[in-house]
Protein backbone atom coordinates (compact mmCIF):
# COMPACT_ATOMS: atom_id res chain seq x y z
CA UNK A 1 0.00 0.00 0.00
CA UNK A 2 0.97 3.85 -1.01
CA UNK A 3 0.03 6.71 0.93
CA UNK A 4 0.66 9.49 -1.43
CA UNK A 5 0.14 13.27 0.70
CA UNK A 6 0.26 16.30 -1.09
CA UNK A 7 -1.22 20.09 -0.38
CA UNK A 8 0.98 20.85 1.87
CA UNK A 9 2.78 24.78 1.83
CA UNK A 10 3.67 28.72 3.02
CA UNK A 11 0.35 29.92 4.44
CA UNK A 12 -0.16 33.38 6.92
CA UNK A 13 -1.88 32.91 9.98
CA UNK A 14 -5.45 32.79 9.60
CA UNK A 15 -5.37 31.30 6.03
CA UNK A 16 -5.65 27.82 4.97
CA UNK A 17 -4.90 24.69 3.04
CA UNK A 18 -6.12 21.24 2.47
CA UNK A 19 -4.31 18.00 2.32
CA UNK A 20 -5.16 15.30 0.43
CA UNK A 21 -3.97 11.60 0.61
CA UNK A 22 -4.81 9.27 -2.11
CA UNK A 23 -4.23 5.15 -1.31
CA UNK A 24 -2.91 2.74 -3.89
CA UNK A 25 -1.98 -0.91 -3.86
CA UNK A 26 -4.08 -3.49 -2.08
CA UNK A 27 -7.32 -2.79 -1.05
CA UNK A 28 -8.98 -3.74 2.11
CA UNK A 29 -12.53 -3.74 2.89
CA UNK A 30 -13.02 -1.54 5.97
CA UNK A 31 -9.98 0.65 6.69
CA UNK A 32 -10.04 4.26 8.91
CA UNK A 33 -7.17 6.51 8.21
CA UNK A 34 -5.42 9.15 10.22
CA UNK A 35 -3.75 12.47 10.26
CA UNK A 36 -0.95 12.95 12.35
CA UNK A 37 1.66 15.64 12.15
CA UNK A 38 5.70 16.35 13.49
CA UNK A 39 6.95 19.57 14.50
CA UNK A 40 10.84 19.60 14.71
CA UNK A 41 11.73 18.17 17.96
CA UNK A 42 8.59 16.87 19.25
CA UNK A 43 7.16 13.64 19.08
CA UNK A 44 4.62 12.27 16.02
CA UNK A 45 1.04 13.72 17.65
CA UNK A 46 -2.63 12.74 16.23
CA UNK A 47 -4.50 15.21 14.30
CA UNK A 48 -7.78 13.50 13.07
CA UNK A 49 -9.22 10.31 12.16
CA UNK A 50 -11.82 9.18 10.06
CA UNK A 51 -13.39 5.60 10.44
CA UNK A 52 -14.22 3.70 6.96
CA UNK A 53 -18.02 5.35 6.39
CA UNK A 54 -17.11 8.48 7.41
CA UNK A 55 -19.86 8.03 9.98
CA UNK A 56 -17.10 8.95 12.59
CA UNK A 57 -14.63 11.91 13.16
CA UNK A 58 -12.15 12.37 15.84
CA UNK A 59 -9.95 15.22 16.55
CA UNK A 60 -7.23 16.24 18.75
CA UNK A 61 -8.55 19.52 21.19
CA UNK A 62 -6.18 21.90 19.50
CA UNK A 63 -7.55 20.96 15.71
CA UNK A 64 -11.37 21.15 16.93
CA UNK A 65 -13.45 23.78 14.88
CA UNK A 66 -10.45 24.96 12.72
CA UNK A 67 -9.92 21.18 11.02
CA UNK A 68 -12.00 19.06 9.14
CA UNK A 69 -11.42 15.15 7.88
CA UNK A 70 -13.30 13.70 5.18
CA UNK A 71 -12.72 11.01 2.94
CA UNK A 72 -13.55 9.79 -0.77
CA UNK A 73 -14.07 5.60 -0.65
CA UNK A 74 -14.21 5.75 -4.59
CA UNK A 75 -11.25 7.49 -4.73
CA UNK A 76 -9.66 5.96 -2.18
CA UNK A 77 -9.02 9.54 -0.77
CA UNK A 78 -8.86 11.27 2.59
CA UNK A 79 -8.54 15.19 2.95
CA UNK A 80 -7.85 17.56 5.70
CA UNK A 81 -9.08 20.77 5.47
CA UNK A 82 -7.27 23.36 8.21
CA UNK A 83 -8.52 26.23 8.87
CA UNK A 84 -7.55 29.46 10.79
CA UNK A 85 -4.14 28.16 11.08
CA UNK A 86 -2.00 29.08 13.38
CA UNK A 87 1.94 29.34 13.41
CA UNK A 88 1.53 26.06 16.35
CA UNK A 89 0.01 24.19 13.80
CA UNK A 90 3.23 24.09 11.53
CA UNK A 91 4.79 20.50 11.13
CA UNK A 92 5.07 17.81 8.72
CA UNK A 93 2.14 16.32 7.84
CA UNK A 94 1.70 12.18 7.86
CA UNK A 95 -1.85 10.24 6.49
CA UNK A 96 -1.85 6.74 7.69
CA UNK A 97 -3.94 3.97 7.64
CA UNK A 98 -5.50 1.25 9.53
CA UNK A 99 -6.42 -1.79 7.59
CA UNK A 100 -8.40 -3.74 9.96
CA UNK A 101 -9.92 -1.07 13.07
CA UNK A 102 -10.28 -3.09 16.43
CA UNK A 103 -11.59 -0.42 17.84
CA UNK A 104 -14.23 2.52 17.16
CA UNK A 105 -13.97 4.73 19.46
CA UNK A 106 -11.37 8.32 20.01
CA UNK A 107 -8.93 6.53 22.43
CA UNK A 108 -8.15 4.10 19.43
CA UNK A 109 -7.81 6.11 16.82
CA UNK A 110 -4.99 9.02 18.80
CA UNK A 111 -2.73 5.63 19.08
CA UNK A 112 0.23 5.51 16.53
CA UNK A 113 0.91 1.91 16.46
CA UNK A 114 -3.00 1.28 15.27
CA UNK A 115 -1.98 2.68 11.70
CA UNK A 116 -0.41 -0.33 9.45
CA UNK A 117 0.88 2.31 6.66
CA UNK A 118 2.43 5.69 6.33
CA UNK A 119 2.57 8.37 4.08
CA UNK A 120 5.47 10.34 3.26
CA UNK A 121 4.52 13.25 5.25
CA UNK A 122 4.20 16.93 3.94
CA UNK A 123 5.06 19.91 5.05
CA UNK A 124 2.82 23.10 6.74
CA UNK A 125 4.29 25.67 7.98
CA UNK A 126 2.40 28.75 9.20
CA UNK A 127 3.74 32.34 9.28
CA UNK A 128 2.72 34.90 11.96
Known amino acids: VQLQASGGGLVQAGGSLRLSCAAS????????MGWFRQAPGKEREFVAAISWSGGSTYYADSVKGRFTISRDNAKNTVFLQMNSLKPEDTAVYYCALDSDPLDYSRSYYVKVRVYDYWGQGTQVTVSS
Open 25 to 32: GRTFRRYA
